[in-house]
């Protein structure tokens, strides 16, 4: 059972950044596509960004498409989310997630490890 850890999340005024960190345990981190999903206090957890296991294909959800990126290290065993020009509405505690193969799809089905979350807070 693989295990993920989040970390780099916190307070941070509008237009802001941060970098939000997921490491994964065991050897075959490489094998896998990744995701990042968040949720907002009283609503559903949503998709955020994906990125193939060679990190080749990433796809964005629409609100963060220009403003967020992810990427990976394989030889750390390390997603990333760079989350520049933060909006009060990105508040939500942040996941990564581990996809069930190469290529993940933006639904929480197509993934079966979860991280316990960090939590992201933009000030207006």
């Known amino acids: 059972q693989v295990q993920l850890v989040e970390s780099g999340g916190g307070l941070v005024q509008a237009g802001g950044s941060l970098r939000l960190s997921c490491v994964a345990s065991?050897?075959?981190?490489?094998?896998?596509?990744m995701g990042w999903f968040r949720q907002a206090p009283g609503k559903e957890r949503e998709f955020v960004a994906t990125?193939?296991?060679?990190?080749?294909?990433?796809d964005y959800a629409d609100s963060v498409k220009g403003r967020f990126t992810i990427s990976r290290d394989n030889a750390k065993n390390t997603v990333y989310l760079q989350m520049n020009a933060l909006k009060p509405e990105d508040t939500a505690v942040y996941y990564c997630?581990?996809?069930?193969?190469?290529?993940?799809?933006?639904?929480?089905?197509?993934?079966?490890?979860w991280g316990q979350g960090t939590q992201v807070t933009v000030s207006s």
């Open positions: 997630a581990r996809a069930w193969g190469t290529v993940a799809s933006k639904r929480e089905a197509g993934f079966n490890s």
């Open positions: 065991g050897r075959t981190f490489s094998s896998y596509a």
């Open positions: 990125i193939s296991w060679s990190g080749q294909i990433t």
